[in-house]
């Protein structure tokens, strides 16, 4: 393959709802810093330093993917800072906006991002979802076992280093539903995109229940107390609903209550290879092997062979992507795996 075939995707997956695949999500690690109560378990058992995919393997995962019409990249984890090596793999990620690729992204807890905003910036990192659950400090370090005042800092850091910034923020009923309007207040004073997250069940120690979901129309309800909410329309293949609140953009995530898979546009890969064409998906396809043999074209070294079987797996797998969240639990037994998001990569 010459480097003039890579401008053109040689194929664009789609599953069998016509949903073109146009994000990837890479988990760079399952560690994390951070105790969320909402999805990292009480005794993780981490995975095998040895079993993560290289940054190497990686890069060449994501050239095959933006050939194959991958548009935008996001790095989470686990907390993605964590692993060492993450900001140089960004920038190696840069030549593939050659090739079709619009946007490099990542989710993080914000605690590194003291150290690591400026860094980020210059390697071309586009944008942050940052993840905020509360502003009150004792509730804060309920809710994550970490500080408050690293991921406030964290924020600032990535604003003077000129990142464009959205809050995540995942409401639990009855421990911080009651931070949705002084977070509301807060991200419009930063001017930051605020998006609240429905409690999905991908909690580690399989804790969830329906009745701890905040729901969009709840949190509709209480921002209408105290603000002018109207909704914004154009979705398309976001999973966030917009809403504008006193002229600004606030996005609802309700996976639970009114799910957004509809349009769903992404793919996931967790830190050893694990492919996932739906983060609730009953199973996995294992491309470790297949990531490792696959050698970037950059290389000169590449197998068309190998080439070939692990596009035809892939197209096989995402093909097969089910409807959504409510299609994929209506039919759920015992034996569908134990999903964790810090496994996977939210
Ligand atoms: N550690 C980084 C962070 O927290 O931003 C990146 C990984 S984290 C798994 C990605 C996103 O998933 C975060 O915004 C987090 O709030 C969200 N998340 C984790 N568990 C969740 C759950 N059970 N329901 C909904 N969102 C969840
Ligand atoms: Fe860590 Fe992110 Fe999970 Fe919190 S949500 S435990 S920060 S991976």
């Known amino acids: 393959m010459n480097s003039m075939t890579q401008l053109q995707p040689v194929t664009i ?22 105790k969320c109560v909402y999805c990292m378990p009480e005794h993780p058992e981490w995975m095998k330093k040895h079993n993560l995919l290289s940054f190497e393997a990686l890069y060449s995962f994501c050239e095959f993917m933006v050939q194959r019409g991958i548009e935008q990249i996001r790095i989470t984890g686990g907390e993605p800072l964590m692993r060492q090596g993450v900001v140089h ?4 990620l840069q030549p593939l906006k050659k090739n079709g690729l619009k946007r490099i992204s990542m989710t993080t807890n914000g605690h590194y ?29 309920q809710l994550t076992q970490k500080q408050l005042k690293s991921v406030l800092e964290g924020i600032d850091a990535a604003k003077n280093a000129g990142f464009s910034i959205k809050i ?12 949705i309007i002084p977070l509301t207040y807060w991200a419009q004073q930063q001017c930051f995109e605020l998006r609240f997250i429905e409690f999905m069940p991908l909690d580690g120690d399989q804790n969830w229940t329906k009745d701890s979901v905040v729901t ?14 109207n909704i914004l329309h154009g979705q398309g293949a976001s999973p966030a609903r917009s809403y504008e609140v006193n002229g600004l953009p606030i996005g609802i995530i309700s996976t639970i209550s009114n799910s957004f898979c509809g349009s769903c546009d992404r793919l996931r890969l967790n830190a050893q290879g694990e492919f ?6 009953k199973k996995g396809l294992d491309l470790g092997k297949d990531i490792r043999s696959l050698k970037s074209t950059l ?13 035809n797996k ?8 089910e409807q959504g969240f409510h299609t994929i639990t209506a039919t759920s037994n015992s034996n569908t795996r134990k999903i964790s998001m810090h496994m996977i990569g939210g």
Request: hydrophobic share 40%; aromatic share 12%; charged share 25%.
């Open 299 to 311: 290389s000169k070294n590449e197998n068309p062979l190998d080439v070939l079987n692990m596009q």
């Open 113 to 141: 991002l003291k150290q690591y905003a400026k860094v980020l910036k210059q390697a071309g990192l586009d944008d942050l979802n940052i993840s905020l659950d509360s502003l009150d400090e004792a509730q804060f370090f």
């Open 216 to 229: 969009e129309q709840e949190i509709l309800t209480t921002l209408k107390t105290v603000f002018e909410v």
């Open 276 to 281: 996932f064409n739906c983060l609730f998906a």
């Open 89 to 92: 793999f960004i920038e190696q």
């Open 314 to 321: 892939l197209g096989s797998y995402i093909w097969h992507k």
């Open 13 to 34: 997956y789609k599953d069998q709802f016509g949903r073109e695949k146009r994000k990837l999500r890479i988990s760079v690690t399952d560690r994390c810093n951070f």
């Open 168 to 179: 995540n923020a995942v409401l639990m009923k009855g421990v911080n539903d009651q931070q």
